[in-house]
């Protein structure tokens, strides 16, 4: 039997009580998730101390939710770290009481006439209109800021909205975000007038007053790096670590294959066939896949990894975290994060420090090797052959052939 399961009713405090039923269900959920036994003894003594004082205040389960959890910190802890890090194994516990059903539901927090009608939107883009998730928590962002700039908590007069309204919102904010953050926020604003426009809530479809982004196509060269520069940066990472070694097989796939990054994160154990070296890759984006030839030092690289250095747990995705709790890592930024850190290592600069320079550094180091812009397509999975045309102005040896002799004999 396990140790810490048959022990937990020797802790003063969890012999007798309204938590005492439900300790090994937690116990059992902290194990799975790869927390180790000393964490879990200082996690059941806080639970003892909290079910001490429940039974001495005459407090049930029944009456257990988030205000009784911050009055019991409140009261216990003095200092804030302390009550930062208990508060997250009491609210864990928390959960697990409400999926078994022993505590009532969270109550839902009456939300304001502004929440409401971003909710409406929200529902009518998954809805009716078919867009992912990933859509719905990018236009929902852009649309959510302009109905709490435009109304605040207050009641929403949708009937008074005005064209300068939604010119005002944008010109406001143009000059703070890129290029591409612009060019999504005016995209959601009139998909937002739109939805307003089709409810009936504006006599006007006020999507034509949206003003739009100025974006000149292809005005710029792809930022990229050498490929010395590429295998610098993988050179850099320390692999005599699991951190290391993990994050190495991240910037490997990115370097080889192009990946994205919420591809990477998107990985599950069963895209990976090892008996036609092959992988598959889910687009979030577009919600297709693509299969794509696995490397042989890509290959070993994740062979090794998952084999040495990948925790053991119950969770499907090929990345996980490296600490308690083992689960997915959380979101496509981490990728960012992590080359950024990589770049700094290496003393490489680039003017892009994101995870798709590897995308740009692998098209260009394609086409100087005489690949077509077809085949660059094939391997970005880019669905519009002009997304790929790009890469064509870094080809100068091509375009110095169809440079016009400039008079003097200068070319």
């Not at 078994?100 to 839902?108: L, S, W, Y």
């Not at 883009?125 to 962002?141: F, V």
């Not at 008074?160 to 904010?173: K, Y």
Request: aromatic content about 8%; glycine content about 6%.
């Amino acid at each position: 039997m396990n140790p810490l399961l048959a022990q937990f009713k020797t802790v003063r405090g969890l012999d007798d009580g309204p938590l005492c039923p439900h300790v090994p269900a937690y116990i059992t959920q902290l194990q799975t998730q790869g927390y180790q036994p000393q964490t879990i003894l200082k996690h059941l003594w806080l639970f003892a101390h909290f079910n001490r004082w429940l039974k001495r205040t005459d407090r049930g389960l029944r009456n257990l939710n988030e205000k009784t959890i911050k009055r019991f910190l409140r009261h216990q802890c003095a200092q804030r770290k302390r009550q930062l890090e208990e508060g997250g194994a009491l609210y864990g516990l928390l959960n697990l009481l409400r999926k078994a059903r022993v505590v009532p539901e969270a109550e839902k927090v009456p939300t304001t006439p502004a929440e409401r009608l971003a909710n409406q939107y929200q529902c009518y883009l998954l809805k009716e209109r078919g867009c992912s998730a990933h859509t719905l928590e990018n236009y929902g962002r852009h649309v959510n800021r302009f109905i709490n700039e435009r109304f605040g908590s207050g009641p929403i007069r949708r009937s008074q909205l005005r064209a300068q309204d939604v010119i005002a919102f944008v010109q406001s904010g143009a000059h703070q975000l890129s290029r591409g953050h612009a060019s999504q926020r005016v995209t959601a604003l009139r998909s937002f007038m739109q939805f307003l426009h089709y409810r009936g809530h504006t006599t006007t479809n006020l999507a034509a007053a949206v003003p739009a982004v100025a974006h000149w196509r292809m005005t710029g060269l792809p930022r990229h790096l050498s490929s010395k520069s590429v295998q610098k940066v993988l050179d850099s990472c320390d692999q005599t670590t699991a951190f290391g070694r993990r994050n190495y097989v991240i910037l490997l796939l990115m370097a080889r294959l192009g990946l994205r990054g919420g591809e990477i994160i998107n990985l599950q154990l069963e895209d990976l066939d090892w008996e036609t070296a092959q992988l598959t890759i889910h687009s979030k984006k577009s919600r297709s896949w693509t299969r794509l030839p696995m490397p042989g030092d890509v290959g070993k690289a994740v062979a090794r990894y998952l084999r040495f250095d990948r925790p053991r747990c119950s969770s499907r995705d090929v990345f996980v975290r490296m600490v308690a709790p083992y689960q997915r890592l959380s979101r496509a930024n981490v990728i960012a994060k992590l080359t950024q850190t990589a770049l700094k290592r290496a003393g490489v600069e680039c003017m892009r420090t994101g995870s798709h320079v590897f995308r740009h550094s692998l098209a260009t180091e394609m086409l100087h090797r005489g690949a077509s812009l077809e085949e660059i397509g094939q391997v970005l999975r880019h669905k519009n052959p002009d997304t790929t045309a790009i890469y064509a102005k870094v080809d100068l040896d091509a375009l110095r052939r169809l440079a016009i002799v400039w008079p003097g004999g200068v070319q």
